[in-house]
């Protein structure tokens, strides 16, 4: 048993349960014991794009019960662990091996070799499976309600709008049943040809994202993840089928498995002035069917 291998994880196929074998316990730090195991279903943070946080659950061998305190991306490239933020690559850099690190108390009693069952709690699961999947979505409304605002050609989006969301994001985080994106409208969009002026109003802007949010919903059409494997550091895409067209995104967290779980996608804008531009917060919130 080696940690050569890296985990293998299931929540990307929407399991919540899981049994493994404990590959490595480490100290973690902080009185946590990092605990290893070959295969899970609990969704870690990744450091390097933390969107998506934790899932919250439990872990369970012979010797009893652990609440999971948090659960990180791990690395080796042979000697020794890195956890978390002292990860120095991001994941599925070649040369490296990344696992899933259920951190524990501890005083918990887990050896090399045991059988461990990992209970992620459902509810929790669920809500940041919605909010990401509205969070895909959102991107996507508002590259399209945008694309009059750019003056250049630019790199397209999964739609083939220009992708304001990849260019100018600064921040993206999961939030349960929604999530917060956080954009910054300086030199260098403007230079790539963004015309500011562009977002206009932003409760108007919010209407046209709205507007194309409630149609995508009202088609509810089936969200998948597609793998190329599955270890944790294997590409996974989002596909989500549209009216008319298939979205596909890069991305390593859970989803929803037809936009027909969701009863309305909503988005919400904020502008602030910093230096050398404008910061845009866009908040989505998400009912569910
Ligand atoms: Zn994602």
Redesign the pocket.
Known sequence: MSLAAGTVVTYPAGAVRSVGTVLHVADAGEGRLAVILDRTAFHPVDSAWP??PADRGSLRTAAGESVVLDAVVGATRGEGIVLGPDVPVRTGTDGWTFFVAHLVDGAATVSVGDSAEVTVDAAYRGALSAG?TA??LASLALDAALADSWRKEAPADALGAPAFDALAIQDSRILPDGSRDVYRIGKSLRRRGFDPDGLGDLDALAARVNAQLAAWIAAGGVVRIERDGDALADRRT?VCELPGAEAR?P???THVASLGELSAVTVAFEASPVEGGVELVMTTTVGRA
């Open positions: 969107d998506q990401h969070c895909h989002w995104i991305c390593g967290g």
